[in-house]
């Protein structure tokens, strides 16, 4: 990826998962590196620095907030503790970017997106749709009438987990479940292309025998009548699979959470173009770009808003299925 462009601050990972490894691998690729690890389990953190020269390990994860040298600590730990480490790290004036999804329901993220306005930090969800640079295209050319109006989306996100109701896929007290694991990434695909957040929702749903939804169709509508549907399971695989319906044309993207080409058809002539932007397996130097861009003050593309409406539609859906966690009770 060559962008000509430098990291300018000093990054903390709150978690040493397999996000956070692609996180540090990413900064690497940017010519910089993570400044330090945070990580419930110390031992875990002191193997994370050392395989990639990170400089510091904290004995305790309070530490990383109270560090003055730490400018963007980036959050990886399951959804369910975000709005914990969301709390301290905003109150101690520190920007985030904070993993998918972002807090467990709305309420939680109103209260984060308060403490990060009243402390002039900046607070950002790491969703790769909004950072992937073919959806940057796809949504000029959309905006520039190339493909007429936008009529509906059909969305497939399926994946096939093994029907272990310990692991945290379908692990009520791990915030389990496939709306907020991966229901999030079609919400926010829809979210990207709709000219309004939708305002009508219905909605079916299978829940496994923890009580976390294993598999939802959702239907879906704005106030300017544009339709989507998405349909997800933790318990058979689908394509993840995005089709954009235009009255001019029709769009195919497939791997679309980080997704790099769509297949453009045009429905007059049957004329199919290809286009391909971006790397898949850059994903996370453009969420690192974009949150330091921002700060910088160059151009905002953090997109909270849309995290807030995929957000308010994910708690309202759950709220109609009346499926919570433990935390909510």
Known sequence: ?????????KWATLGTGVIANELAQALQALGGNLYSVANRTHEKGLAFAQKYGIEKVY??????????????????????????YLRQALAAGKHVLCEKSITLNSQELEEAIQLAEENHVLLAEAMTIFHMPIYRQLK???????????????????????????NRFFNRDLAGGALLDIGVYALSFVR?????????????????????????????????????TVTLSLHAKQPKRGLLAYDKA????YEYPRGQKAVITYTDTGKQETIEVGATDQALQYEVLDMEASIAG???????????DVM??????????GMTYPEEE
Do not use: C
């Not at 959309?142 to 093994?162: C, P, T």
């Open 1 to 9: 990826m060559d962008t000509g462009k430098q990291i300018q601050y």
């Open 59 to 84: 004995e305790k994860i309070e530490d990383v907030f109270a560090d003055p040298e730490v400018d963007i600590i980036y959050i990886s730990t399951p959804h369910n503790t975000h709005i914990n």
């Open 140 to 166: 000029s050319m959309a905006d520039s009438g190339a493909f007429g109006e936008l009529k509906m989306i059909q969305m497939n996100f399926g994946s096939y987990k093994e029907y272990d109701m310990n």
């Open 192 to 228: 990207w292309f709709m000219s309004s957040s939708p305002d009508q929702l219905a909605s079916q749903v299978k829940f496994a025998p923890t009580g976390v939804d294993e598999q939802v169709g959702i239907l879906l509508t704005n106030p300017d009548g544009q339709m989507a």
């Open 250 to 253: 029709y769009i195919e993207l």
């Open 298 to 308: 160059a151009k905002n593309h953090t997109y909270l808003n849309y995290s807030r």
């Open 312 to 321: 308010r539609m994910m708690t309202d859906l759950r709220e109609e299925w």
